[in-house]
């Protein structure tokens, strides 16, 4: 247990849905961050937040959309995917050297 | 922009043994940190170690200690004394002291280490 929490743990979606995936912290960090993780791939970072503000979007499809509503709390919103869009999403966040990650959102999308 | 390479895509060790899992990486930098995280099957990712390019002294984390080194850029990973419970994807992974604010992790490709009983 790390201290990040990740929900849902599992999602399956039409490529006409719209989700939100949600990450969780209350471990005082000021960063937050979205990875994927595809099979046979490096992770990828996605997005970085910082105090709230976005400082960092790795070239993600708008069909991604973040959130951060407080240091707490972020979201990833989901709109139109892609099947190669299928993969373990990770959230993180970090406040000193290192990232402490949550258990990731298997996505599916048919 | 810095890059980490982990060559090794699998490795398995017989439990009790002692294996090394190789890292490499490219940066400009002096000062930097490198980590090995590792993920289990249940896929939640935890530290294992951290080194401070700065110290000379490999870090050393109960049964797992690193080789860094610098001038080389490598970075391994030894575990010893292997047990079922290392089981896992193993991730180099580096990143930046200076510049402050959020700084994101540059990771290599993984390795998944097997441990034979």
Not at chain 1, 22 to 36: D, F, I, P, S, V
Not at chain 2, 12 to 31: G, K, N, P, W
Not at chain 2, 58 to 64: H, Q, S, Y
Request: aromatic letters at 12%; charged letters at 20%; hydrophobic letters at 30%.
């Amino acid at each position: 247990e790390t201290g990040v929490t990740q929900t849902p743990r599992h999602l399956v979606m039409g490529m006409t849905n719209k989700k939100s995936l949600k990450c969780e912290q209350h471990l005082g960090h000021n960063a937050m961050y979205w990875y994927k993780q595809s099979a046979k791939k490096p992770l990828e970072l996605m997005f970085v937040y910082n105090f709230k503000e976005q400082t960092e979007n790795n070239s993600v499809p708008s069909r991604f959309s973040p959130e951060c509503p407080n240091s707490s709390h972020l979201f990833l919103h989901l709109h139109t995917l892609q099947p190669e869009d299928s993969a373990l999403y990770l959230c993180a966040s970090g406040g000193g050297t290192h990232q402490f990650f949550g258990p990731g959102t298997r996505l599916t999308v048919l | 922009a810095q890059t980490v390479t982990q060559s090794q895509p699998e490795m398995s060790v017989q439990e009790a043994e002692t294996v090394t899992l190789s890292c490499t990486y490219d940066t400009s930098e002096s000062d930097y940190y490198l980590f090995w995280y590792k993920q289990p099957p249940s896929r939640q990712m935890i530290l294992v170690i951290r080194q401070e390019a700065y110290k000379q002294q490999n870090a050393t984390e109960n049964r797992f200690s690193v080789n860094f080194q610098k001038a080389a850029k490598s970075f391994s990973l030894k575990i010893s004394d292997s047990q079922l419970g290392d089981a896992a994807m193993y991730f180099c992974a580096y990143r930046r002291i200076t510049g402050g604010g959020a700084q994101k992790l540059v990771f290599g490709q993984g390795t998944r280490l097997t441990i034979n009983p």
